[in-house]
C-alpha cells in the first residue's frame, strides 16, 4: 500500500474552452497555410532537381 492506493482522481477538463466557430475557422486557416506551404516546398525543390 504505497502512494498509488492514496492517489485521488483529477476532475476531467474540456478539451477546449474555445468557441467551436473559432475553432473551425482556425482550422481552415491552418489546412489553407499547409496547403501554400507544401506547394512553395515542391516548387523549390523541383527548382533544385532542374538545377543539376
Not at 477546449?16 to 489546412?31: C, F, P, Q, R, W
Not at 496547403?35 to 516546398?41: F, K, M, P, Y
Amino acid at each position: 500500500m504505497g502512494k498509488d492506493s492514496r492517489k485521488r482522481e483529477q476532475p476531467k477538463q474540456a478539451v477546449s474552452t474555445l468557441n467551436v466557430e473559432i475553432m473551425k475557422a482556425y482550422n481552415a486557416g491552418y489546412k489553407k497555410g499547409a496547403q501554400e506551404q507544401r506547394l512553395a516546398d515542391f516548387k523549390k525543390m523541383m527548382s533544385w532537381i532542374e538545377s543539376l
